[in-house]
């Protein structure tokens, strides 16, 4: 009989015989249903979750790298925070690391940012090496917020709110941030209404950028443009002239009308104008030279054409 059987698998559980009335509802809780179990990218103790979280932060480093324009930047080094002090650049704050020297040039910079309300902030020198990645900073650090970009719409308004005919400068292929500052102190000292710059494959507004433009860049508008073709093509549509600058020109500076809205695209030394680009400008300008000089730097061209044109709207003033 089972309840005479010595096996383990035939012992009766209870001393009570006959059926039980309940078991007080706790079967039924055992057998209640569950959530449905979260994958395994999201368990936060899972191998998965951890590999999911490493994609997440190389992404995002990814992304920072192609456009870092979109990022805070630190300048470092006392001479340059000191340079980008003097050129009023838009600082959100001086970072010092705890226990660095002093001297005159951090001196200075402390009683610059505390003038201008930019916060000083104490760190550790090995958070400072973190942030900027290097032990090359000299104890200091300036951030600089992300430059924000106007539109072409806003360079043509611009011009027709001043009164004056258009003069901007498109830049094809430059590559280097300290001929885009050279640009827009340029485009600032010839009564120029902005710059505008391809957003791929080009210089972007930096600290660099900034102390080249000696605080212009603060006064003139730099619009960046997904298409350059269609940019040129929208300034045309609104009465301007484009004309690109290359040795080869039909037309040379000496002989040019700079008083109507202009638009003044620069290549590279190196690539000069890229084609498509070349093609939409309306025409090819050359500038005169002595000598076997082939070309001139960007930022030299830029300026010799402005002053140009800048003397021939004085003269029709």
Not at 97 to 126: F, K, Q
Request: with cysteine.
């Amino acid at each position: 009989m089972a309840g005479n059987d010595k096996r383990a698998g035939g012992v009766r559980k209870t001393n009570k015989k006959g059926s039980t009335k309940g078991s007080g509802g706790q079967s039924r809780r055992s057998l209640r249903g569950k959530k449905a179990t979260p994958k395994a990218e999201d368990r936060v103790y899972h191998a998965k979750y951890k590999a999911k979280k490493q994609k997440e932060r190389r992404d995002s480093g990814r992304q920072a790298r192609k456009d870092p324009s979109t990022q805070p930047e630190l300048v470092v080094g006392r001479n340059p925070v000191i340079e980008c002090l003097h050129a009023h650049v838009p600082a959100t704050a001086l970072y010092v690391a705890i226990g660095t020297g002093n001297d005159d040039r951090l001196s200075e910079a402390v009683h610059t940012s505390s003038e201008r309300g930019i916060p000083v902030l104490e760190v550790s020198r090995d958070e400072l090496d973190r942030m900027t990645g290097n032990g090359m900073h000299q104890g200091i650090g300036l951030q600089v917020p992300p430059y924000q970009y106007a539109e072409v719409d806003d360079l043509i308004q611009r011009a027709q709110d001043s009164g004056r005919p258009g003069l901007v400068v498109v830049l094809d292929n430059i590559t280097d941030p300290r001929n885009l500052g050279a640009v827009i102190r340029s485009v600032a000292a010839f009564g120029g209404h902005g710059v505008v710059i391809p957003e791929r494959r080009s210089a972007s507004v930096t600290a660099v950028t900034w102390r080249t433009s000696a605080g212009t860049a603060a006064r003139l508008p730099v619009a960046r443009a997904t298409n350059l073709v269609r940019a040129l093509k929208q300034f045309q549509q609104n009465g301007y002239q484009v004309v690109g600058l290359d040795a080869g020109g039909r037309h040379t500076l000496d002989t040019y009308d700079g008083t109507t809205p202009v638009v003044v695209v620069v290549g590279s030394e190196g690539k000069g104008l890229s084609r498509l680009v070349g093609e939409t400008c309306d025409d090819i300008l050359s500038i005169p030279m002595a000598g076997k000089v082939e070309s001139l730097n960007a930022s030299v061209a830029a300026g010799v054409v402005l002053s140009e044109f800048a003397r021939q709207r004085r003269v029709r003033g």
